[in-house]
């Protein structure tokens, strides 16, 4: 797991626009039906994310690493 795992979350929200639609409203259920499997505190950390910003805010905040 790890960055590795994280990487793939962050390639498939950038990538896949369905993703990012379902990550919007479960987060819990878009990454489990994805595969990709994170651990508790990187779920605690997805589960905190303002899922209300635009994409762009996003993505910018993702570039930033924020």
Known sequence: MGMQEVGKLID???ND????????KD???AVQT???RLTKEEMDLLNHVDWSLSDEE???RINKGA
């Open 34 to 36: 994805s595969g990709i």
């Open 58 to 60: 996003l993505k910018s």
């Open 17 to 24: 626009k369905k993703f990012r639609e379902l990550i919007r």
């Open 27 to 29: 987060p819990k259920s």
């Open 12 to 14: 498939k929200w950038i």
